[in-house]
């Protein structure tokens, strides 16, 4: 069975640091999916990754995706208030476009 | 542009209560889910309905069932509930293999 275990479970920083969380897989990824949930609201997702190596951008995040598709990372770089939140991974489960396996997130606080 | 709506968004039920979770999507999706969401332990895929006529067990089914209605409407019905069953529990829908889109969660406690 799958298994997604991000780091670290939480994260508080000032605002304008930079930082780096990370989402690790049992096994191979399918396609990695990094969500953003807000207190109160549901996850939206942020990114959808399937390629080794595969780096994408949105503004300050950065996404990378391991050259072995058993890791992925993402770096907020200067960090506003705006982007508190659970920062959680998922990857679809041996394939199937209906079941996603997740990671319990990372709790990130930015503090003014 | 409403997207996911559930209800209610807050609920107490005393143990053995009955209640239905109510859920609809105006996206024109074909693929629903119900999830819950527990502390230190991510969201858990509790049934899903890949199109209108199906549904499928998810990873915890058990003390759970489900309805869909209709393309918009899928629902999630505690029989008889109990306290392990405290959780927040969020309906999504999407296209297939698409990205999924999340309703604001029931808040749902158990005592």
């Known amino acids: 069975t799958q298994l997604l275990e991000q780091s670290p479970q939480f994260l508080s920083i000032q605002e304008g640091e930079n930082l780096t969380v990370y989402c690790n897989s049992s096994s191979v990824f399918s396609s990695l999916q990094w969500y953003r949930q807000e207190p109160g609201e549901g996850p939206v997702l942020l990114v959808t990754v399937v390629t080794g190596g595969e780096v994408k951008k949105l503004k300050r995040l950065t996404f990378q995706f391991g050259d072995a598709r058993k890791d992925s990372s993402l770096h907020i770089t200067a960090a506003q208030p705006g982007d508190t939140g659970l920062y959680l991974c998922a990857d679809r489960k041996g394939g199937s476009n209906y079941q996603l396996i997740w990671g319990a997130g990372t709790k990130l606080i930015i503090k003014p | 542009n409403a997207g996911v709506t559930q209800t209610p968004k807050f609920q107490v039920l005393k143990t053995g209560q009955s209640m239905t979770l109510q859920c609809a999507q105006d996206m024109n999706h074909n693929s629903m889910y119900w999830y819950r969401q527990d502390p230190g332990m991510g969201l858990r895929l509790i049934y899903y309905s890949a199109s209108e006529g199906t549904t499928d067990k998810g990873e915890v089914p058990n003390g759970y069932n489900v309805s869909r209605l209709n393309k918009r409407e899928f629902s999630l019905r505690l029989e008889s509930a109990a306290p392990s069953q405290t959780s927040v529990y969020f309906c999504?829908?999407?296209?297939?293999?698409?990205?999924?889109?999340f309703g604001q969660g029931t808040r749902l406690t158990v005592v």
């Open positions: 999504a829908s999407s296209t297939g293999g698409s990205e999924a889109v």
